[in-house]
């Protein structure tokens, strides 16, 4: 089974991503904790990531792609995995695919957390006390997210399976939709 959630900065991928990996047995992969590692660590891809993350941008498809190709290939190997965070882009989108296709990884799934502006700006806002992230970071990265992420959800319908689900409602009954929806996919074919 090979997943990958799509959701707004506070939409909830990180959560699910934790919960669905447990739920299926496959590796979560989140390219932000792997990003953030490399900041934490302060390593020289740490210190570029720093620099895009501070201002709000994405991080070139490069790096993040670099970075992912082993998680990736081993999660595979294992069972699967639930991509969290990356692609970003139909760009990175249509590299990745081109990448893992010839590797057997790529995903066949995608979900959609649907969470309405004004929530994901409150939740980010309580999430980010004791943060830099302002109000002014905060709408900016969601910003960035409607222009370049939101026209993935026409290139995964095309291309794979996508799911909306509304992500606004309670942790549970979120990845309750989630599952009954990839477990019908899981019957239907290989995920």
Not at 36 to 42: C, F, M, N, P, T
Not at 159 to 179: A, K, Q
């Given at each position: 089974m090979r997943l990958l959630l799509i959701g707004a900065p506070g939409s909830g991928k990180g959560t699910q991503a934790v919960r669905l990996a447990e739920r299926f047995g496959i590796t979560h992969i989140s390219s932000g904790d792997l990003l953030r590692q490399h900041v934490r660590?302060?390593?020289?891809?740490?210190?570029?990531?720093?620099?895009?993350?501070?201002?709000?941008?994405?991080v070139p498809d490069s790096v993040v792609m670099n970075m992912l190709r082993k998680p990736v290939l081993a999660a595979t190997e294992s069972g699967g995995y639930v991509l969290d965070g990356f692609p970003r882009t139909v760009e990175q989108a249509q590299a990745a695919y081109e990448v893992a296709k010839g590797l057997g990884a790529h995903v066949k799934a995608a979900i959609h957390l649907d969470v309405p502006p004004k929530q994901l700006v409150l939740r980010l806002l309580a999430r980010s006390?004791?943060?830099?992230?302002?109000?002014?970071?905060?709408?900016?990265?969601?910003?960035v997210y409607l222009e370049k992420t939101v026209p993935l959800l026409e290139y995964y319908q095309q291309r794979e399976w996508l799911v909306t689900i509304d992500g606004s409602r309670p942790v549970d009954e979120v990845h309750e939709s989630i599952v009954s929806r990839v477990s019908a996919l899981s019957t239907s074919s290989t995920a």
């Amino acid at each position: 089974m090979r997943l990958l959630l799509i959701g707004a900065p506070g939409s909830g991928k990180g959560t699910q991503a934790v919960r669905l990996a447990e739920r299926f047995g496959i590796t979560h992969i989140s390219s932000g904790d792997l990003l953030r590692q490399h900041v934490r660590d302060q390593t020289s891809l740490g210190q570029k990531v720093k620099q895009y993350v501070d201002a709000g941008d994405l991080v070139p498809d490069s790096v993040v792609m670099n970075m992912l190709r082993k998680p990736v290939l081993a999660a595979t190997e294992s069972g699967g995995y639930v991509l969290d965070g990356f692609p970003r882009t139909v760009e990175q989108a249509q590299a990745a695919y081109e990448v893992a296709k010839g590797l057997g990884a790529h995903v066949k799934a995608a979900i959609h957390l649907d969470v309405p502006p004004k929530q994901l700006v409150l939740r980010l806002l309580a999430r980010s006390r004791g943060s830099e992230d302002s109000q002014e970071v905060i709408e900016h990265r969601l910003q960035v997210y409607l222009e370049k992420t939101v026209p993935l959800l026409e290139y995964y319908q095309q291309r794979e399976w996508l799911v909306t689900i509304d992500g606004s409602r309670p942790v549970d009954e979120v990845h309750e939709s989630i599952v009954s929806r990839v477990s019908a996919l899981s019957t239907s074919s290989t995920a």
